[in-house]
């Protein structure tokens, strides 16, 4: 009998260049009222040509239309999101006004979100994480195969994607079978 070797490209690999991550980005107390002012958020399935996602999302300051391929206006960004702002922007090492863009994403039980980059019209991607725990699944082109690098989200958590991570690396996030959040802050290019 053979047995089934894993492509060396395939082998799980270090994190990512400019890939960071902390716990406790929030406190218990600002991540509980996060939740709470979620309940009253306009959630949308997310729209990929016509195509609805089963994870939903509202965005603020600007939204990527896919229809029509570019940014588009969207509503400012609530106060309530503004210590999380706060911390994201610190976190980063950005003025908290580059942070132009938030997306708040409910995952429902068995909502994830696949491989993908994201728009090149943002730059610097800040993601908080509240609810479920869940895994930052990371991979980049390695002639026929894949590197691959994981990162385990803990609730309250928070990690940013720049440089290599951001520009060369696709990441998705599984399926989970609990409620999860996240509300993604971006800057624009
Ligand atoms: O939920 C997350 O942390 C990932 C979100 C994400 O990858 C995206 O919205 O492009």
Do not use: C
């Amino acid at each position: 009998m053979t047995r089934q070797q894993p492509s060396l490209f395939d082998l799980p690999t270090a994190l990512p260049g400019g890939l960071r991550y902390a716990e406790e980005a929030v406190t218990a107390e600002e991540a509980r009222r996060l939740v709470e002012a979620f309940a009253g958020l306009p959630f949308e399935a997310f729209d990929f040509h016509g195509f609805k996602g089963n994870r939903r999302i509202v965005s603020y300051g600007s939204r990527y239309d896919f229809s029509a391929s570019r940014l588009a206006e969207a509503e400012p960004l609530p106060g309530f999101l503004e210590p999380a702002r706060r911390a994201a922007a610190g976190f980063a090492g950005v003025d908290v006004e580059v942070l132009e863009h938030a997306m708040v994403t409910e995952y429902a039980p068995g909502a994830g979100i696949g491989w993908h980059r994201d728009r090149p019209e943002f730059d610097k991607v800040v993601g908080l994480s509240l609810g479920a725990p869940a895994t930052l699944r990371l991979r980049r082109r390695e002639g026929s195969g894949w590197i691959r690098a994981a990162l385990p989200l803990e609730p309250r958590s928070i990690y940013l994607l720049d440089g290599p991570a951001r520009q060369d690396w696709q990441h998705s996030i599984a399926p989970g079978d609990s409620l999860r959040y996240s509300i993604t802050f971006r800057s624009l290019r």
